[in-house]
């Protein structure tokens, strides 16, 4: 019981030490506006981004399953 009391009075001791910087986060409106065209080529290679490593998992998984059993 020793040990817990000793090791929880040193979990604090680095959390209090730590000195994070202030985020720079802005309430004003954007100075140069986003058009709609750039909104939607940010979405879709954003959503490309994550669906196409998906898809070719998917589309290769009965040849992953083949060479894992062998």
């Known amino acids: 019981m020793l040990r817990l ?3 929880s009075r040193l979990l604090p001791a680095p959390r209090s030490g730590w000195v994070l ?3 720079h986060v ?3 409106p ?3 506006p986003t058009s709609p065209m ?3 080529i940010g979405l ?3 959503f490309l981004s994550f669906l196409i ?3 070719w998992v998917l589309h290769h998984l009965e040849s992953y399953k083949r060479s894992s059993a062998a």
Do not use: I, L
Request: charged share 20%.
């Open 44 to 46: 879709s290679v954003m």
């Open 38 to 40: 750039e909104q939607a």
């Open 26 to 28: 802005s309430a004003k």
């Open 21 to 23: 910087p202030k985020a």
């Open 5 to 7: 009391a000793s090791a």
């Open 30 to 32: 954007a100075r140069t």
């Open 53 to 55: 490593p998906a898809g």
